[in-house]
Protein backbone atom coordinates (compact mmCIF):
# COMPACT_ATOMS: atom_id res chain seq x y z
CA UNK A 1 0.00 0.00 0.00
CA UNK A 2 1.46 3.24 -0.93
CA UNK A 3 0.50 5.92 1.59
CA UNK A 4 3.30 8.45 0.16
CA UNK A 5 3.57 8.93 -3.02
CA UNK A 6 4.55 11.93 -5.61
CA UNK A 7 2.64 14.77 -6.48
CA UNK A 8 3.22 17.53 -8.79
CA UNK A 9 1.18 19.75 -8.39
CA UNK A 10 1.75 21.82 -11.44
CA UNK A 11 0.60 18.75 -13.67
CA UNK A 12 -1.98 17.64 -11.26
CA UNK A 13 -3.49 21.68 -12.10
CA UNK A 14 -3.10 21.60 -15.94
CA UNK A 15 -4.60 18.05 -16.26
CA UNK A 16 -7.35 18.76 -13.81
CA UNK A 17 -8.17 22.52 -14.52
CA UNK A 18 -10.88 21.61 -17.67
CA UNK A 19 -12.50 19.22 -15.45
CA UNK A 20 -16.26 20.03 -13.69
CA UNK A 21 -16.47 19.53 -10.26
CA UNK A 22 -18.74 15.75 -10.13
CA UNK A 23 -15.46 14.28 -12.84
CA UNK A 24 -12.65 16.01 -10.57
CA UNK A 25 -13.86 14.47 -7.36
CA UNK A 26 -14.27 10.94 -9.11
CA UNK A 27 -10.96 11.37 -10.85
CA UNK A 28 -8.93 11.99 -7.68
CA UNK A 29 -10.85 9.59 -5.63
CA UNK A 30 -10.30 6.67 -8.00
CA UNK A 31 -6.35 8.04 -8.27
CA UNK A 32 -5.94 7.79 -4.84
CA UNK A 33 -7.59 4.33 -4.73
CA UNK A 34 -4.98 3.14 -7.41
CA UNK A 35 -1.79 4.56 -5.58
CA UNK A 36 -3.42 2.75 -2.21
CA UNK A 37 -3.97 -0.51 -4.36
CA UNK A 38 -0.52 -0.17 -6.10
CA UNK A 39 -2.34 -0.75 -9.30
CA UNK A 40 -5.39 -0.74 -10.87
CA UNK A 41 -8.70 -1.36 -9.43
CA UNK A 42 -11.82 -2.99 -10.09
CA UNK A 43 -14.70 -0.96 -11.25
CA UNK A 44 -17.28 -1.08 -8.04
CA UNK A 45 -19.80 1.57 -8.63
CA UNK A 46 -21.50 1.60 -5.73
CA UNK A 47 -18.26 1.46 -3.51
CA UNK A 48 -16.65 4.31 -5.44
CA UNK A 49 -19.53 5.98 -6.37
CA UNK A 50 -20.17 6.24 -1.88
CA UNK A 51 -16.40 7.42 -1.76
CA UNK A 52 -17.51 10.24 -3.76
CA UNK A 53 -20.25 10.77 -2.05
CA UNK A 54 -22.34 10.43 -5.58
CA UNK A 55 -25.51 8.69 -6.83
CA UNK A 56 -24.53 5.57 -8.94
CA UNK A 57 -26.44 7.56 -11.94
CA UNK A 58 -24.14 10.54 -11.30
CA UNK A 59 -21.01 8.78 -10.81
CA UNK A 60 -21.36 6.77 -14.13
CA UNK A 61 -21.56 9.69 -16.05
CA UNK A 62 -18.60 11.28 -14.48
CA UNK A 63 -16.88 8.36 -14.87
CA UNK A 64 -17.36 7.95 -18.96
CA UNK A 65 -16.84 11.66 -19.33
CA UNK A 66 -13.21 10.84 -17.75
CA UNK A 67 -13.02 7.71 -19.71
CA UNK A 68 -13.79 10.10 -23.30
CA UNK A 69 -10.81 12.25 -21.87
CA UNK A 70 -8.73 9.64 -21.61
CA UNK A 71 -7.99 10.68 -17.97
CA UNK A 72 -8.78 7.12 -17.19
CA UNK A 73 -8.98 3.53 -18.91
CA UNK A 74 -10.68 0.59 -18.19
CA UNK A 75 -9.04 -2.67 -19.20
CA UNK A 76 -10.51 -5.73 -18.15
CA UNK A 77 -13.14 -4.47 -15.75
CA UNK A 78 -10.70 -2.39 -13.61
CA UNK A 79 -9.91 1.27 -13.80
CA UNK A 80 -6.07 2.56 -14.48
CA UNK A 81 -4.11 5.44 -14.95
CA UNK A 82 -0.83 6.18 -16.91
CA UNK A 83 0.87 8.54 -14.61
CA UNK A 84 -0.18 6.96 -11.49
CA UNK A 85 1.66 3.53 -13.19
CA UNK A 86 4.52 5.38 -13.57
CA UNK A 87 4.94 6.64 -10.09
CA UNK A 88 4.40 3.49 -8.96
CA UNK A 89 7.09 1.68 -11.21
CA UNK A 90 9.00 5.17 -9.51
CA UNK A 91 8.15 3.40 -5.97
CA UNK A 92 9.04 0.19 -6.72
CA UNK A 93 12.34 1.11 -7.97
CA UNK A 94 12.70 2.70 -4.85
CA UNK A 95 11.91 -0.22 -2.65
CA UNK A 96 14.66 -2.32 -4.11
CA UNK A 97 17.05 0.36 -4.08
CA UNK A 98 16.68 0.98 -0.20
CA UNK A 99 16.77 -2.99 0.34
CA UNK A 100 20.06 -2.94 -1.38
CA UNK A 101 21.45 -0.02 0.66
CA UNK A 102 20.31 2.71 -1.98
CA UNK A 103 23.20 1.72 -3.98
CA UNK A 104 23.00 1.14 -8.09
CA UNK A 105 24.50 -2.00 -9.65
CA UNK A 106 28.03 -0.99 -10.78
CA UNK A 107 28.36 0.76 -6.92
CA UNK A 108 27.44 -2.61 -5.50
CA UNK A 109 29.85 -4.24 -7.61
CA UNK A 110 32.76 -1.92 -7.14
CA UNK A 111 31.95 -2.10 -3.38
CA UNK A 112 32.04 -5.56 -3.44
CA UNK A 113 35.43 -5.84 -5.10
CA UNK A 114 36.79 -3.03 -2.29
CA UNK A 115 35.61 -4.93 0.34
CA UNK A 116 36.71 -8.74 -0.94
CA UNK A 117 38.74 -10.73 1.28
CA UNK A 118 42.47 -10.69 0.22
CA UNK A 119 45.41 -12.12 0.93
CA UNK A 120 47.70 -11.23 3.91
CA UNK A 121 51.23 -10.23 3.69
CA UNK A 122 52.42 -12.99 5.73
CA UNK A 123 51.14 -15.97 3.06
CA UNK A 124 47.85 -16.33 4.72
CA UNK A 125 44.84 -17.93 2.90
CA UNK A 126 41.94 -15.57 1.71
CA UNK A 127 39.03 -15.70 4.66
CA UNK A 128 36.86 -18.50 4.00
CA UNK A 129 36.84 -21.22 6.82
CA UNK A 130 37.25 -18.03 9.69
CA UNK A 131 34.99 -17.38 12.86
CA UNK A 132 32.02 -15.44 12.02
CA UNK A 133 33.40 -11.97 13.70
CA UNK A 134 35.99 -12.05 11.67
CA UNK A 135 34.73 -13.01 8.23
CA UNK A 136 32.54 -10.34 6.12
CA UNK A 137 29.28 -10.10 6.43
CA UNK A 138 27.63 -11.13 3.48
CA UNK A 139 25.22 -8.48 1.81
CA UNK A 140 21.16 -8.92 2.44
CA UNK A 141 18.13 -6.84 2.35
CA UNK A 142 17.51 -4.90 5.18
CA UNK A 143 15.34 -7.01 7.37
CA UNK A 144 12.72 -3.90 8.06
CA UNK A 145 12.68 -3.32 4.41
CA UNK A 146 11.73 -7.18 3.47
CA UNK A 147 9.02 -7.10 6.77
CA UNK A 148 7.27 -4.46 4.68
CA UNK A 149 7.28 -6.06 1.47
CA UNK A 150 5.98 -8.58 2.98
CA UNK A 151 3.46 -6.75 4.73
CA UNK A 152 2.27 -4.57 1.30
CA UNK A 153 1.99 -8.13 -0.42
CA UNK A 154 -0.83 -9.13 2.18
CA UNK A 155 -2.20 -5.93 2.23
CA UNK A 156 -2.52 -5.95 -1.47
CA UNK A 157 -3.96 -9.35 -1.69
CA UNK A 158 -6.50 -8.59 1.11
CA UNK A 159 -7.39 -5.34 -0.87
CA UNK A 160 -7.95 -7.29 -3.83
CA UNK A 161 -10.03 -9.88 -2.06
CA UNK A 162 -11.94 -7.33 -0.31
CA UNK A 163 -12.80 -5.12 -3.73
CA UNK A 164 -13.82 -9.00 -6.08
CA UNK A 165 -16.11 -9.49 -3.50
CA UNK A 166 -17.71 -5.52 -3.41
CA UNK A 167 -17.80 -5.95 -7.28
CA UNK A 168 -19.69 -9.38 -6.85
CA UNK A 169 -22.09 -7.76 -4.54
CA UNK A 170 -22.38 -3.98 -6.10
CA UNK A 171 -22.84 -5.21 -9.70
CA UNK A 172 -25.84 -3.41 -10.95
CA UNK A 173 -28.77 -5.73 -12.43
CA UNK A 174 -30.87 -2.17 -14.03
CA UNK A 175 -30.31 -0.98 -16.72
CA UNK A 176 -29.95 2.81 -17.53
CA UNK A 177 -33.61 3.32 -18.63
CA UNK A 178 -34.65 1.71 -15.21
CA UNK A 179 -33.23 5.00 -13.57
CA UNK A 180 -34.83 6.69 -15.74
CA UNK A 181 -38.30 5.91 -14.77
CA UNK A 182 -37.29 5.74 -11.12
CA UNK A 183 -36.79 9.78 -11.34
CA UNK A 184 -40.13 9.90 -13.47
CA UNK A 185 -42.37 8.04 -10.81
CA UNK A 186 -41.31 9.82 -7.75
CA UNK A 187 -41.61 12.96 -9.69
CA UNK A 188 -45.04 11.84 -10.38
CA UNK A 189 -45.91 11.22 -7.02
CA UNK A 190 -43.76 14.36 -5.88
CA UNK A 191 -40.56 12.68 -3.59
CA UNK A 192 -37.20 12.90 -4.24
CA UNK A 193 -34.69 10.47 -4.44
CA UNK A 194 -33.50 10.64 -0.53
CA UNK A 195 -37.06 9.80 0.33
CA UNK A 196 -37.78 6.77 2.53
CA UNK A 197 -40.30 5.40 0.18
CA UNK A 198 -37.69 5.56 -2.59
CA UNK A 199 -36.14 2.79 -1.50
CA UNK A 200 -36.86 -0.20 -3.96
CA UNK A 201 -38.53 1.96 -5.96
CA UNK A 202 -35.89 0.88 -8.87
CA UNK A 203 -36.64 -2.89 -8.66
CA UNK A 204 -40.50 -1.72 -9.45
CA UNK A 205 -39.19 -0.11 -12.45
CA UNK A 206 -37.15 -2.95 -13.78
CA UNK A 207 -40.28 -5.00 -13.01
CA UNK A 208 -42.90 -2.78 -14.80
CA UNK A 209 -40.44 -2.00 -17.75
CA UNK A 210 -39.42 -6.14 -17.82
CA UNK A 211 -43.19 -6.81 -18.14
CA UNK A 212 -43.82 -4.70 -20.93
CA UNK A 213 -45.33 -2.05 -19.46
CA UNK A 214 -44.71 1.35 -21.01
CA UNK A 215 -43.08 3.99 -19.44
CA UNK A 216 -45.39 6.40 -20.22
CA UNK A 217 -48.48 5.12 -19.50
CA UNK A 218 -46.87 3.84 -16.19
CA UNK A 219 -46.15 7.75 -14.87
CA UNK A 220 -49.11 9.29 -16.49
CA UNK A 221 -51.42 6.72 -14.76
CA UNK A 222 -49.83 7.11 -11.62
CA UNK A 223 -50.19 11.61 -12.05
CA UNK A 224 -53.82 10.64 -12.58
CA UNK A 225 -54.02 8.31 -8.95
CA UNK A 226 -52.24 11.34 -7.50
CA UNK A 227 -54.15 13.54 -8.26
CA UNK A 228 -56.84 12.09 -6.30
CA UNK A 229 -54.29 11.71 -3.31
CA UNK A 230 -53.09 13.96 -0.50
CA UNK A 231 -49.68 12.22 -0.07
CA UNK A 232 -47.24 9.27 -2.09
CA UNK A 233 -48.60 5.40 -0.75
CA UNK A 234 -46.03 3.31 1.34
CA UNK A 235 -45.43 1.42 -1.23
CA UNK A 236 -45.81 1.41 -5.02
CA UNK A 237 -47.88 -1.96 -5.68
CA UNK A 238 -50.92 0.65 -4.71
CA UNK A 239 -50.17 1.65 -8.41
CA UNK A 240 -50.38 -1.91 -9.95
CA UNK A 241 -54.20 -2.19 -10.61
CA UNK A 242 -54.29 0.89 -12.02
CA UNK A 243 -51.41 0.76 -14.12
CA UNK A 244 -53.11 -2.89 -15.61
CA UNK A 245 -55.73 -1.57 -15.77
CA UNK A 246 -55.01 1.16 -18.16
CA UNK A 247 -52.73 -1.26 -20.31
CA UNK A 248 -55.54 -3.23 -20.56
CA UNK A 249 -58.12 -0.46 -21.66
CA UNK A 250 -54.75 0.64 -24.29
CA UNK A 251 -54.74 -2.95 -26.01
CA UNK A 252 -58.21 -3.42 -25.97
CA UNK A 253 -59.69 -4.21 -29.73
CA UNK A 254 -61.53 -1.52 -31.45
CA UNK A 255 -65.18 -2.39 -32.82
CA UNK A 256 -65.22 -3.63 -36.30
CA UNK A 257 -67.29 -1.33 -38.95
CA UNK A 258 -69.56 -2.02 -41.60
CA UNK A 259 -69.27 -1.54 -45.69
CA UNK A 260 -73.36 -2.75 -45.90
CA UNK A 261 -75.85 -0.46 -45.23
CA UNK A 262 -75.81 2.10 -42.09
CA UNK A 263 -76.97 1.04 -39.08
CA UNK A 264 -80.76 2.70 -37.90
CA UNK A 265 -80.40 4.24 -34.92
CA UNK A 266 -82.19 3.66 -31.72
CA UNK A 267 -85.04 5.45 -30.77
CA UNK A 268 -85.33 6.31 -27.47
CA UNK A 269 -88.71 7.58 -24.98
CA UNK A 270 -86.85 10.39 -24.60
CA UNK A 271 -86.23 11.09 -28.73
CA UNK A 272 -90.23 10.23 -28.88
CA UNK A 273 -91.00 12.79 -26.70
CA UNK A 274 -88.98 15.90 -27.94
CA UNK A 275 -90.07 15.27 -31.39
CA UNK A 276 -94.04 15.10 -30.26
CA UNK A 277 -93.31 18.29 -28.26
CA UNK A 278 -91.41 20.00 -31.07
CA UNK A 279 -94.41 19.25 -33.43
CA UNK A 280 -97.06 20.38 -31.29
CA UNK A 281 -94.99 23.74 -30.73
CA UNK A 282 -95.27 24.28 -34.26
CA UNK A 283 -98.29 23.70 -34.63
CA UNK A 284 -99.42 26.58 -31.88
CA UNK A 285 -96.98 28.95 -33.60
CA UNK A 286 -99.34 28.24 -37.02
CA UNK A 287 -102.66 28.58 -35.15
CA UNK A 288 -101.68 31.82 -33.59
CA UNK A 289 -100.17 33.10 -37.15
CA UNK A 290 -103.52 32.55 -38.70
CA UNK A 291 -104.93 34.55 -35.95
CA UNK A 292 -102.71 37.70 -36.73
CA UNK A 293 -103.51 37.52 -40.01
CA UNK A 294 -107.55 37.72 -39.15
CA UNK A 295 -107.50 40.65 -37.09
CA UNK A 296 -105.14 42.70 -39.87
CA UNK A 297 -107.74 42.34 -42.22
CA UNK A 298 -110.38 44.00 -40.11
CA UNK A 299 -114.14 42.78 -38.97
CA UNK A 300 -116.53 41.12 -41.23
CA UNK A 301 -113.96 41.06 -44.13
CA UNK A 302 -113.30 38.32 -46.08
CA UNK A 303 -109.89 37.91 -47.90
CA UNK A 304 -110.64 36.35 -51.22
CA UNK A 305 -108.48 32.89 -51.33
Request: charge should be negative.
Amino acid sequence: MVAWYKHDIPDWMDGTEGLDDGPYRVYHVVCQLIYLNEGPIALNEKGIAGRCNQSTRAFRSHLQALLDQGKLALVDGRLANSRADFELEKVAENRENAGKGGRTPRQRSAKSRETSPKASDNGDKPLIQNDEDQAPLKSQESLREKRREEETREDKTRAEEKAAVAAARGKSVFSEGDFDLTDRILKAQGLDKHHPSAVGATYFANKWRSSGWQPDLIVATIERVMAKRDKAPNNLRYFEQAIADAHAELTRPLPQGSTGQPRRERRTAGDIFFELDRELNGKADADDHTADQDLAAGPGIILDA
